[in-house]
């Protein structure tokens, strides 16, 4: 259903964009926080101001360029609706003001071919700068344009509840469109974005929502029956589940993370998910003495690190904004000895991924690169082989997925082994 267009929704976008930019707190949390104070909004009407202030987000370089020094929240949101929609004068007639549709239609008219390339990208010049360096003026073009978009919606199935080819019969008898995932084995992507939190399938455990890239580090970690794994920096446990499931429900499987909230969130999750191997810990650091009495015991280690969070650009468009180049050389400091400290944690003969959903190569490879040179006794395995073995062709020496390449979120990865 389509919302319909009024001053008043127009003004809850506005509002919720004034909140946004003031750069506080994460978007997603901004805005979720803003529909529960304003419960009259319908899902339609909630999908309008989410997408439309989203992309003030993720063009912001650009559109504030076209308002050519007229800014305000208003403008932003107009010139959003006109050059990412498409919208004319008879869309937007419910909103304008005498005088604003001549300026709207030569902001929308300009040309975004004299613009300098970060503007055009609408990234922040510091980090334009290291992409291109990266991957050369071209193809982070194409990168930005891809991160620019909204990200689809997909889903992993439980494979301790359901198979892939059941869940997308069950959704198509539902009139839900679904295809399967075009690299995890079970991942399966909606054309749409339907809300599911009440859908019987999601209620008996059958999916979770899970980008496709991330689904396949449990591929990458290869856990099996019957071992001792760690998943290092769980979060609420997305990954954690998939562990699980991979193991069969066998074996004992740590979910340690500092946040107690989000090792709260994980358990909901974890009922419906039907294991009983996953042992959520709250941890004060990665030093902690619990994790201690691990050392060398563990199987497998999943170090999916704290980081920038540049890959996800697609879904938190503030990121961009709201990083910087002293919060990268921070979170490098803490990825490296979050590393190090997971590791000791492996046998010998275990298995160690390093992974983050970060674009910057400082954040991926060079904390690789640092972590061999200093421990010998690790060595690296060439996550193109490990990924074959599942029937997953992407992937050479590190996982490297990019969203205009491999349609998915922006993710590095690393499989490191403990020689015997």
Not at 40 to 63: P, Q, Y
Not at 219 to 235: H, S
Not at 273 to 298: C, F, M, Q, W, Y
């Amino acid at each position: 259903m389509k919302a319909r267009f009024t001053p008043a929704l127009f003004a809850h976008a506005e509002a919720v964009l004034g909140q946004l930019l003031s750069f506080d707190h994460p978007a997603d949390a901004v805005v979720s926080r803003y529909f529960r104070a304003h419960r009259e909004l319908g899902h339609a009407d909630r999908a309008f101001v989410a997408e439309t202030v989203f992309a003030v987000l993720r063009r912001g370089r650009s559109l504030e360029a076209r308002c050519a020094g007229r800014l305000s929240d208003r403008k932003r949101l107009l010139v959003a609706l006109a050059v990412t929609r498409g919208w004319g004068q008879r869309e937007l007639a419910p909103v304008l003001k005498v005088g604003e549709a001549e300026w709207l239609a030569a902001a929308k008219g300009m040309d975004e071919s004299g613009m300098p390339p970060a503007v055009r990208c609408d990234l922040p010049d510091w980090l334009y700068a290291r992409l291109a360096e990266q991957f050369g003026a071209d193809e982070v073009t194409a990168l930005a344009a891809a991160l620019n978009q909204p990200a689809p919606l997909d889903l992993r199935v439980n494979s301790m509840k359901m198979d892939r080819d059941t869940v997308l019969t069950r959704f198509a008898a539902d009139g839900i469109a679904a295809q399967p995932g075009l690299l995890s084995p079970l991942a399966v992507r909606l054309r749409d974005k339907p809300a599911l939190a009440k859908h019987p399938l999601f209620l008996e455990g059958a999916f979770e929502v899970q980008d496709e890239g991330s689904q396949l580090l449990g591929y990458l970690l290869d856990p099996k029956r019957g071992e001792m794994v760690v998943d290092f920096c769980a979060g609420a446990g997305g990954k954690t589940l998939l562990l699980g499931a991979l193991m069969r429900n066998t074996g004992r499987l740590y979910a340690f993370d500092v946040s107690a909230k989000r090792l709260a969130n994980l358990k909901p999750r974890l009922a419906r998910s039907g294991l009983s191997n996953v042992h959520p810990v709250r941890i004060e650091h990665e030093r902690d003495t619990k994790i201690k009495r691990l050392a060398g015991k563990a199987d497998r280690v999943l170090v999916d690190a704290p980081c920038s969070g540049l890959g996800t650009l697609r879904r938190n468009p503030d990121l961009k904004w709201r990083q910087s180049e002293a919060s990268v050389a921070e979170l490098t400091q803490k990825q490296a000895a979050i590393l190090a400290a997971a590791a000791k944690l492996a046998r010998p003969g275990g298995r160690v991924v390093y992974a983050t959903c970060s674009l910057l190569r400082e954040e991926n490879e060079a904390i690789v690169a640092a972590f061999l040179a200093a421990h010998p006794d690790f060595t690296l395995i060439p996550a193109g082989g490990v990924l074959a073995r599942h029937g997953i062709a992407v992937a050479d020496d590190m996982l490297r997925l990019l969203p205009h390449r491999h349609h998915t979120d922006g993710f590095f990865a690393a499989v490191l082994e403990r020689r015997s």
